[in-house]
């Protein structure tokens, strides 16, 4: 990120008096506002960049990780999903037997 002003720039910033110039007191407040913000965006982006650059990695890892069936499967979910191959495949011979 190329940006033409920093905050040691705006606060090093001197400027010229003239016979109906600003009140200098004004400029500095508002110099100070500008100043902070600066400081502020700066703070933003580099948070954004470490996050950014961690949710890159978290991705990475997650693409090398071997897929282990869909989101959220359970063990009582695949007993389930067998329950109901068998009674699929064998009908209800398989569960009159068993009484």
């Known amino acids: 990120m190329n940006t033409k002003l920093d905050s040691k720039t705006i606060l090093e ?3 010229k008096t003239g016979l109906r110039g600003y009140q200098q007191e004004e ?3 508002f110099l100070d506002d500008i ?3 600066y400081e502020t965006f700066k703070k933003t982006i580099a948070e ?3 996050e950014n650059a961690r949710m890159k990695e978290e991705l990475a890892s997650a693409q090398k990780r071997p897929a282990t069936g869909s989101v ?3 063990n ?3 007993l389930k999903r ?3 191959l068998e009674k699929h495949v064998f009908g209800s011979k398989l569960y ?3 009484s």
């Open 82 to 84: 067998i329950s109901n």
């Open 35 to 37: 100043i902070h913000d």
């Open 96 to 98: 009159d037997h068993e």
């Open 13 to 15: 910033k001197e400027f």
């Open 48 to 50: 954004l960049r470490n």
């Open 27 to 29: 400029v500095d407040l």
């Open 76 to 78: 009582f979910d695949l």
């Open 72 to 74: 959220g499967t359970t």
